[in-house]
């Protein structure tokens, strides 16, 4: 059974720096892994892609030179570290998983495993 519990999310001032764990057990070694996150009232969007073994990682143009994902094999733990951050980086981020090949490109569609996500808010 796959399980994904984030941390690390709190209240931050504009052009700090926080990082997101995402302890994940049940996931195979090749598994696409992903972070996510959603304002209220909006989808859930995409923000950085990894996969785990090809070391290949995909940004959303937003985050790009901004956020940084990466995965620690031996913890079992994925990682987003973001810098500079801005007020429109608030959003509950979400991690993800799924066994499949291309999982990046399908969305949130290619993830069929979630955590319950880790509030992030950037103030002004």
């Known amino acids: 059974q796959v399980h994904l519990v984030e941390s690390g999310g709190e209240t931050v001032q504009a052009g700090g720096s926080l990082r997101l764990s995402c302890k994940h057990s049940?996931?195979?070694?090749?598994?696409?892994q992903a972070w996510f996150r959603q304002l209220p009232g909006k989808g859930r969007e995409g923000v950085a892609g990894?996969?785990?073994?090809?070391?290949?990682?995909v940004y959303a143009d937003s985050v790009r030179g901004r956020f940084t994902i990466s995965h620690d094999t031996a913890k079992n733990t994925l990682y987003l570290q973001m810098d500079n951050l801005k007020p429109e980086d608030t959003a509950m981020y979400f991690c993800?998983?799924?066994?499949?090949?291309?999982?990046?490109?399908?969305?949130?569609?290619?993830?069929?495993?979630w955590g319950q996500g880790t509030q992030v808010t950037v103030s002004s």
């Open positions: 993800a998983a799924d066994s499949g090949a291309d999982c990046w490109d399908h969305g949130t569609a290619g993830y069929g495993f």
């Open positions: 990894l996969y785990p073994f090809s070391g290949d990682t």
């Open positions: 049940g996931t195979s070694p090749s598994s696409c």
